[in-house]
């Protein structure tokens, strides 16, 4: 009697009333919890958010060799009726970073800053840069080399050449079909694209213009930040990969940048 009188009161609210117990879920009911879940994260995965390491230090102090970034492939997309209410899409602009496979080599991925947009007229001066005739304030722009290269300091006044680093042949060959007098114009559906590291950076003043087609999105937010070294990106053997992949596990926690998590890249 007394376990009878127990389960009454355990199916019953403070008003003596019976109390509705919660339905356990079932296996088939979890299982198909978990595939939604799986595929809204394979969906962001896939067409939103992109995971990219930076390689080189060209983009300095904005985002250093090692910080592992996500970013957003949607934002510069072109807007469509179904996904355009969800996602903030704009137009590329000026002071955007951006990632973009190289117009130099194909399948590598790049990071700049936009500096110049459609129409724009860009020139360096004594390492400063112009845009449409206005010497710009660049609060995130580094200067860590002290040597004078009249080809990256005073862009475009001195011709390109393999002389100064311009591998590229046919940015040697048109690049004079861009300037009119002492400005570089940005043509239609291109930016001008320049690292905030501007000493090293082998950015737009090197090997022309970025296509439209080839921007891939924008970088949100550093995830995870681990000391580099510069040259890990050209180490492709086997080999080095597994020999750094054993560093990362061994060194995880006393050479993974803390303070980077979750900084946002602007």
Known sequence: MAKKEKEAIVSKNVTGKPVDEKPRETTVEFLASL???????LFIITFVLQAFEIPSSSMEDTLLIGDHVFVNR???????????????YHDI??????????????????????????????HVRDGALYR??????????????????????????????????????????????????????VPPNSYFGMGDNRDVSKDSRYWGFIPRKNVIG?????YWSFIT???????????????????????????????????IVR
């Open 93 to 122: 602009r000026r002071g955007d970073i951006v990632v973009f496979l190289s117009p130099e080599e194909p399948g590598l991925f790049v990071v700049k800053r936009i500096v110049g947009v459609p129409g724009d007229r860009i």
């Open 35 to 41: 595939a939604e879940v799986l595929v809204t994260g």
């Open 229 to 263: 070294p510069a040259d890990q990106y050209q180490m492709r053997s086997a080999g080095d990969r597994l020999g750094f992949l054993a560093h990362i596990v061994i060194h995880f926690f006393d050479e993974t940048r803390w303070s980077r998590t979750l900084r």
């Open 74 to 88: 949607e934002q510069f997309a072109r807007p469509t009726r179904w996904m355009g209410p969800l996602l903030p």
């Open 132 to 185: 449409n005739g206005e010497k710009l304030v660049e609060p995130y722009v580094q200067h860590k080399i002290a040597n004078y290269d009249p080809y990256r300091d005073n862009f475009p006044a001195v011709p390109p050449s393999e002389m100064y680093g311009v591998t590229s042949q046919d940015w040697q060959n048109t690049l004079h079909s861009y300037v009119p007098g002492e400005d570089v114009v």
């Open 218 to 222: 924008r970088p949100m937010f550093v």
